[in-house]
Structure formats: C-alpha cells, structure tokens
C-alpha cells in the first residue's frame, strides 16, 4: 500500500495526490473558492480527510465525487492514485440533454422580461 504513516491529511494535500488538481496550489485555491466539500461541508484547504470521507471537487462546472480509500502524502502514479480513491461521480450528461440550454451573446447586457420567460419556458419551469 502507499505511504500510510498518518491517519489523517490535510485536504489540498490529499485531492493533489490523488491526481484530483494538477498542482498543489490549484487545490489549495479550489479549497478557498468553495469548490471542495468534505462530508457535504466547506472546506478550508487545512481540513483532514480520513478514509471514509466523501469529498466533492467541483471541477469544470460539474462535482467529481470521490471516497477516501486510503491516506497518501505525496503524489502518486495515476494507476496507484485510482486504488485510494472510490469514484462516485455522476456520467456527464448526454448531448440530447445540454441541446436546450439558453445561450445569450456575451455582452448582451442583462435579460429583459421578456427574454427572461422565454428562458424559462425553454427552461421548463
């Protein structure tokens, strides 16, 4: 098994080990942005994880959700990485599914009224 000397780990650590962020300190700056959950809770990039911790990483507009399987340290090979991690995230959604999305010009300003329900009615809502 990996380096398991500690029980517990800080966050940004672990998420960077796992191969979950490139760097180090693009995990530390999606702890800080709110974009880490630890049992469903904020976290701040000092927060430790122990193996049976759920950890959600939103990433690209979407939540990777992980379980600690097991502590590492330092950053591993991505075969032993998927071995301390147990995947819980969703299959993105299909093409079909995103085909109705309302897409404005960027810089369009803000909707009218409108604009608005005609969003909504695309919507479903």
């Not at 940004?12 to 760097?23: C, E, H």
């Not at 990777?64 to 995230?89: N, P, Q, S, W, Y």
Request: with cysteine; charged share 30%; glycine share 6%.
């Amino acid at each position: 098994m990996p380096n398991t000397a500690a029980d517990r780990v800080r966050v940004d650590v672990w998420i960077w080990a796992v191969r979950l962020t490139k760097t180090r300190s693009a995990a530390t700056a999606a702890c800080r942005a709110g974009h880490v959950r630890v049992n469903g809770e904020r976290a701040k990039p000092a927060q430790t994880v122990a193996p049976g911790d759920e950890v959600r990483v939103r990433q690209n507009g979407f939540d990777r959700i992980v379980v600690v399987r097991a502590i590492v340290l330092k950053r591993l090979g991505a075969a032993v990485a998927a071995t301390c991690l147990e995947d819980h995230t969703p299959p993105p959604p299909s093409p079909t599914e995103t085909a109705f999305l309302a897409v404005r010009d960027r810089g369009a300003g803000r909707p009218s009224k409108r604009d608005r329900r005609e969003i909504e009615r695309l919507r479903g809502y």
